[in-house]
């Protein structure tokens, strides 16, 4: 039996746990009576919460800019090459070449599309195009689709298509990345000083629809001697704490999931993953820098990293049955007061009669896929600024110290291992753009 989870606003989730009658060849999952006919079962609210990151809320006021330039994409292919100019070559740091034959144009829509084909001494092909027009300070837009895929790389940028001169500080380039998208719905904003190949950078993540904590309570305790906890998320991925509480008559368990000490906040608490008797296995490791053993050692700095490919699991296991009321984990890596690497999906299961029975579950795909639907990327690039936003609402804010120069609009799919796991399913899928436009102070 699969338990339902329905998503009802952003990172919440509900949750729904039956209890069935005796069976064994169904799935079903066996709440035991107790011996002591007389004896009441504990039941907990069912609850699941999650420790939510900021939610973007200041609006951008177009209302005092005023439209400078832009491109909707409304005429036929043959007129691309009116405002843009393509790669038609190989990248050494990228796995496709790009060429004018993946930019298409049809129905008001630019399509860069990856193609499963050997060409320029790569096993893929791109699109990639970039302005023929240079543009300073000001407000860039552009509204499109990622390209439906681990592994692909939608981009929206700012550089110089001449490569090394800066107006302000000779030998230095700037790059602007407005949003460097990977499937299905992680945002990256960059600022690189680019210097005698080398980069000074300026990097940040953002991932709508995701957590670092995640906690589950369930309303009747799940009898088994083994936990799995599993992953289809496209890269590697760390899983810094993952805790198995006991049932609690009082049903109190730990609020703040990404605290080193949760096993010490409410009394009478067993955290059965640190049990003398435990035996935690995994699918592997990213590398041998990493103990499996470290996902229980109350650090929320350390932890399990999953291999890069293949299967992502964790399990543990225990010689007799245990009653569990409640589980919860830390995934991902802080830098600051920011999270990167957070998990699209997961799955937990119990093994109950001889097989895997799923207790709870989230994918992000199924709410936050961007490949889906248009969404809108922006820049206000100042003098002494850069702001980046995520449909018309502030996702970041940092100084402009050394980018003055003009520069070109780039639109680029590129397929990066760093994007995701890169398979088959990349061929035929493309980044959409509806329009780019550029706006000036009023």
């Known amino acids: 039996m699969k338990l339902p989870i329905t998503i009802t606003t952003i990172l919440a989730l509900s949750f729904s746990l039956e209890s069935c009658a005796q069976s064994t060849n169904n799935n079903e999952i066996i709440v035991k009576e107790p011996e002591n006919k007389n004896e009441e079962k504990i039941i907990c609210p069912e609850d699941i919460y999650h420790t939510l990151l900021p939610i973007p809320s200041v609006e951008f006021d177009i209302s005092k800019w005023e439209l400078a330039w832009e491109d909707e994409f409304d005429?036929?292919?043959?007129?691309?090459?009116?405002?843009?100019?393509?790669?038609?070559?190989?990248?050494?740091?990228?796995l496709c070449s790009r060429w004018r034959d993946n930019a298409v144009v049809a129905n008001g829509v630019l399509e860069l599309?990856?193609?499963?084909?050997?060409?320029?001494?790569?096993?893929?092909?791109c699109g990639n195009i970039w302005t023929k027009e240079t543009f300073n300070y000001g407000y860039f837009e552009s509204k499109y689709k990622y390209a439906g895929a681990s592994g692909t790389n939608n981009s929206f940028w700012l550089f110089s298509n001449l490569k090394g001169v800066g107006n302000s500080t000779p030998g230095v380039t700037c790059e602007l990345d407005i949003n460097e998208g990977h499937f299905p719905n992680e945002m990256n904003t960059n600022r690189h000083h680019w210097q005698n190949g080398e980069t000074e950078n300026s990097q940040l993540g953002y991932t709508e629809g995701l957590s670092p904590g995640y906690a589950h309570s369930f309303e009747k305790a799940i009898s088994t001697?083994?936990?799995?906890?599993?992953s289809n998320n496209a890269n590697h991925f760390h899983i810094k704490e993952f805790r198995i509480y006991e049932e609690k008559a009082d049903c109190d368990y730990p609020k703040n999931i990404l605290s080193n000490t949760a096993d010490n906040?409410?009394?009478?608490?067993n955290n059965l993953s640190k049990d003398s008797q435990v035996t935690i296995t995994a699918?592997?490791?990213?590398?041998?820098?990493?103990?499996?053993?470290?996902?229980?050692?109350?650090?929320?700095?350390t932890g399990w990293v999953s291999p890069k490919t293949g299967e992502k699991w964790l399990e543990f296991s225990w010689p007799s049955e245990k009653n569990i009321g409640h589980i919860q984990f830390i995934n991902g890596w802080q830098s600051g007061s920011n999270?990167?690497?957070?998990?699209?999906?997961?799955?937990i299961e119990a093994y109950i009669n001889?097989?895997?029975?799923?207790?709870?579950?989230?994918?992000?795909k199924t709410s936050y896929n961007y490949a889906n639907h248009y969404h809108i990327y922006g820049m206000d690039w100042s003098e002494t600024e850069i702001k980046f936003y995520f449909d018309t609402k502030l996702i970041r804010t940092i100084p402009n110290t050394l980018c003055n120069e003009a520069l070109n609009i780039y639109l680029s799919l590129a397929i990066l291992e760093h994007a995701g796991e890169v398979t088959d399913a990349i061929d035929g899928t493309s980044m959409k753009i509806d329009y780019v436009k550029y706006y000036t102070k009023k």
């Open 75 to 94: 005429y036929p292919n043959s007129q691309l090459e009116n405002n843009w100019t393509s790669q038609n070559g190989p990248s050494g740091h990228i």
């Open 113 to 125: 599309q990856a193609i499963k084909e050997q060409r320029g001494g790569a096993d893929w092909t």
């Open 225 to 230: 001697k083994k936990i799995r906890f599993s």
């Open 265 to 269: 906040s409410n009394a009478n608490l």
């Open 283 to 301: 699918s592997g490791t990213y590398n041998d820098t990493f103990k499996v053993s470290d996902v229980t050692n109350g650090s929320i700095t």
């Open 339 to 347: 999270w990167n690497a957070l998990i699209s999906d997961y799955k």
């Open 354 to 364: 001889n097989v895997w029975v799923e207790i709870s579950s989230y994918d992000v």
